[in-house]
């Protein structure tokens, strides 16, 4: 028998957090793991009460065409690593690991080649979070020490999502 690799196992329970997200560009989910034990999931979407963009039918950065990776102050969403991170103690975040995964809405693909966006990456450093993993493929992934961000302070300039 074939065991599914324990960064599999977690990055598709990202995978599935993901299909929560509201975005109607990508759907993102994430997930914080301590010491084997899910500590906290979050995907992307509005801050609670308000309206999401699939909700509204329409993204306000898509309409004003607004490249990826810019003007995320236009957004109405809360990003998903941004999301786990508030639903977690401080305490079980210091030294884990966040898994996540993105779902291109446009093909219903896995997005390859995500990354936190900087905004995102200042969280996750502040939480204590020790390690990144980001899925490429179905069984393709790839590992980020966040400790490489704070050794590179220009990695918080780099565009994500």
Not at 90 to 95: C, Y
Request: hydrophobic letters at 35%; proline letters at 3%.
């Amino acid at each position: 028998m074939d065991r599914i690799s324990k960064p599999n196992y977690y990055l598709d329970i990202a995978q599935t957090v993901a299909s929560r997200s509201t975005c109607l560009r990508r759907m993102y989910g994430a997930i914080i793991v301590k010491n084997d034990i899910i500590v906290s999931t979050g995907y992307c979407g509005a801050p609670r009460g308000r309206d999401n963009c699939c909700d509204m039918g329409h993204c306000q950065r898509e309409k004003m065409k607004i490249p990826r990776g810019e003007r995320f102050e236009l957004c109405r969403s809360v990003h998903a690593e941004a999301n786990a991170i508030i639903a977690a103690p401080r305490e079980l975040m210091l030294g884990a690991t966040l898994y996540q995964a993105c779902i291109d809405v446009s093909t219903a693909d896995l997005a390859k080649d995500i990354n936190s966006c900087q905004m995102c990456k200042k969280l996750i450093i502040n939480a204590g979070i020790e390690t990144v993993v980001n899925r490429d493929t179905p069984t393709e992934y790839r590992v980020i020490a966040v400790s490489d961000w704070i050794a590179d302070d220009d990695s918080l300039g780099k565009m994500g999502y």
